[in-house]
Every structure is written in structure tokens, then in C-alpha cells.
């Protein structure tokens, strides 16, 4: 009997180790409702076809900005990408920014061998005969030393670029139902403007796939 309670009070000690609590329950149920969007700006999101793109700046690199914005959103196949405001789905607005700056590097390096050589010599003569005689001696000696360096030095400038865009993507009627903010000094195969266009489209694609049941293949 008394193995048979001892096995009860086991077994219910790990059934509630085990159970979530109703605490934690309702903590991962509010870190699931925080994450998901509004369902209203989710609809509108979704919904999304034909995007027009507004004006960033009338000073050069705006534009440019701008005109690489269109081309990633064409090359994308999700959008069309109209010229007539009144038939977009959404407008994409933004701020773009690009800056030059100059980099400057340097490189020395230096070497540098000695050497040094010395020899000596010497001799002792004597002669000694009936109490008397006489000792002479000479000694000779010579040093030499050798230095060689060499150093080596290049400098070089380096034009970095430095792009930044922050853009909203705004439903027909004014609610702003997407926003990003990217930056990008290059990528390898292109420049600042064109990698940062790139990021901002390849972020609105990421959160309308996390929309959909299934990512399209």
C-alpha cells in the first residue's frame, strides 16, 4: 500500500513538472499576439500589386536612389510598377542619402643587416745568453663591420560610398501599413545605391512572405 501512494505522488509531481504553467502559457500567447501584425494593415499589406514609387529628393542622388528602388521592385516579378498614382495599390515614399568620403591608407615596412668582423695576431720573440738577453714581441689586430637596411612604403586613397534609405510603403487611403530603414557602403558587384535598393525590396518580400501560409517556392 505503501508503494502503490509513493508511485501516485510521483507520477503526479512529474505530470506538473512537465505541464505549463497558466503563466507561461499566457506569457508565450502574448509574445505570439506582439509579433503578429494588425490584421487590418496585414490585409492591406497583402493586397498589395501595383506599387508607385513617389520622389525621394530632386538633388541627383535621390534620383538615383529612386530609379534604383523601381528596377529592384521590376526584377522582383511580385510587382508592377507603375508611372500613374491613381492606379497604385500603395505608394513607396522615402529619404535617400548618399555620401563620398575618402579613406586614406598607408604601409611600411623596413629590414634591416649587420654584420661585424675582427681578427687578431700576435708573436713573442727572446734570447737569452751568460744572464743576459733580450725579449721582443709585436701584435696586430683589424675590425670590420657592414649595415645594410631597406624599407618600403606605399600609400593609397580609397573613395568609399556610403547609401542610406529609409522608405513607407502608404495604402490609397494614407495608412502606413509597412516601413524599413537600410543602409549599405557596396556590395562586390555593385554600388551603395543599387545594394541598398536591393535590401529595402528584399525586406518588403521577406515580411509578405512571413504573411502568407506558405512561401512561395
Do not use: C
Not at 494593415?41 to 525621394?56: C, E, H, N, Q, T
Not at 500603395?90 to 623596413?110: D, M, N, P, R, Y
Not at 549599405?184 to 525590396?201: F, I, N, R
Request: charged share 20%; glycine share 8%; aromatic share 4%.
Amino acid at each position: 500500500m505503501t508503494n502503490l501512494l509513493l508511485s501516485v505522488v510521483l507520477a503526479a509531481g512529474l505530470f506538473q513538472a512537465s505541464a505549463p504553467s497558466s503563466v507561461q502559457r499566457s506569457q508565450s500567447a502574448t509574445s505570439g499576439a506582439e509579433n503578429r501584425p494588425d490584421p487590418e494593415i496585414a490585409a492591406k499589406l497583402s493586397g498589395v500589386k501595383r506599387i508607385y514609387v513617389d520622389s525621394f529628393g530632386d538633388d541627383p542622388a535621390s534620383k538615383q536612389l529612386q530609379a534604383m528602388v523601381v528596377n529592384a521592385l521590376a526584377e522582383s516579378k511580385r510587382f508592377i510598377v507603375t508611372e500613374n498614382k491613381d492606379k497604385a495599390d500603395a505608394v513607396l515614399k522615402g529619404t535617400g542619402l548618399e555620401k563620398s568620403a575618402q579613406e586614406f591608407h598607408a604601409i611600411s615596412e623596413g629590414t634591416a643587416v649587420g654584420t661585424v668582423a675582427a681578427a687578431t695576431h700576435g708573436n713573442v720573440n727572446g734570447q737569452i745568453s751568460n744572464g743576459t738577453g733580450s725579449i721582443t714581441g709585436s701584435s696586430g689586430g683589424s675590425a670590420r663591420s657592414e649595415n645594410l637596411a631597406a624599407s618600403d612604403s606605399q600609400a593609397s586613397t580609397e573613395t568609399v560610398n556610403d547609401a542610406r534609405l529609409a522608405v513607407r510603403l502608404v495604402s490609397t487611403d494614407g495608412d502606413v501599413i509597412w516601413t524599413t530603414t537600410k543602409e549599405s557602403k557596396g556590395a562586390k558587384y555593385k554600388g551603395a545605391s543599387a545594394d541598398v535598393a536591393d535590401q529595402v525590396v528584399k525586406q518588403l518580400l521577406w515580411d509578405l512572405d512571413k504573411l502568407s501560409p506558405t512561401k512561395p517556392e
